[in-house]
């Protein structure tokens, strides 16, 4: 089962994806983590995230190999670093993208963090990769609200399609603004590191919840991620048993016993918070 969302101009796209972060960077491991991004395409997994930043470039190479062939099958996304979405380096480092990819555009196009740059120069950049056929969309990634509310005061900053930020059981700040802004505005967000940090799939509640339903706690922590309308959760998978055991989360509906244990164990904020990165 494929379950989907849509960006504000109707694009639609599996709640599921594909990370790559620390993908493409061991020889070694190359060949099984090409074989996980395939099978994901094949389970209907077919988002894929990677950014110039990851590996300094050999996760969109390794990307670029997988979807040979497959291209009409993916959405396509990559990110620039802050420091080269300048007004006279953006498109160049987009061209780099690509061309690493294998690939003449984009299907989504990201500042990775906040820039140097202007947001008003920025903005203009996309909008030109846009108007020259290179990418489809564009967003931004790690950015708090405060500065999303700044950029759709700007020229063109409404097309912003999305914000990927950091969202998981232990991080679930954005719920109190960020996640309701979004919805209002029919804008959809990216969720990286969906399964968290350090020991949190260790947690008792998550092995409980993952109990009732036959499940693993990762499962659980995925399902918790993606039952939040809007949001498209982007896990690595190094190993296709892996990408195949993030695909059975799709199939995990948790009821209202389920949401009261892991709230009591998580507790969803009841302030605003600082906008967690990594």
Not at 120 to 125: D, F, K, L, Y
Not at 192 to 197: E, F, I, K, T, V
Request: hydrophobic share 45%; with cysteine; charged share 25%.
């Amino acid at each position: 089962m494929t379950r989907m969302t849509r960006f504000s101009d109707g694009t639609i796209v599996p709640v599921l994806g594909q990370g790559t972060w620390m993908i493409g960077d061991n020889p070694k491991t190359r060949d099984a983590e090409q074989a996980a991004l395939a099978r994901g395409i094949d389970l209907g997994l077919t988002l894929i995230d990677t950014a110039e930043l990851y590996g300094d470039g050999r996760s969109e190479r390794l990307v670029g190999e997988v979807i040979e062939g497959r291209r009409e099958e993916v959405f396509l996304v990559s990110k620039i670093k802050p420091e080269n979405a300048g007004e006279m380096t953006m498109m160049l480092h987009c061209e780099k993208s690509l061309e690493r990819l294998g690939v003449e555009r984009l299907d989504l196009y990201l500042l990775h963090w906040q820039s140097r740059h202007p947001l008003e120069e920025i903005v203009a950049g996309f909008e030109e990769l846009v108007d020259e056929g290179m990418i489809a969309r564009w967003g931004v990634s790690n950015l708090d609200i405060r500065t999303l509310a700044r950029l759709e005061q700007i020229e063109g900053g409404e097309n912003c399609a999305t914000d990927q930020v950091l969202y998981n059981l232990g991080s679930r700040g954005i719920e109190f603004d960020l996640l309701p802004w979004a919805e209002d505005r029919s804008m959809p967000l990216m969720a990286y590191s969906p399964l968290g940090r350090g020991d949190l799939l260790n947690h008792p509640a998550l092995q409980a919840v993952a109990d009732r339903h036959d499940a693993t706690p990762a499962q659980i922590a995925l399902a918790a991620v993606m039952r939040q309308p809007g949001v498209i959760a982007i896990p690595k998978a190094s190993s296709v048993a892996h990408v195949e055991a993030n695909a059975a989360a799709l199939e995990i509906e948790l009821d209202a016993e389920d949401v009261a244990t892991l709230d009591r164990a998580f507790p969803p904020p009841a302030t605003a918070q600082p906008l967690d990165i990594i």
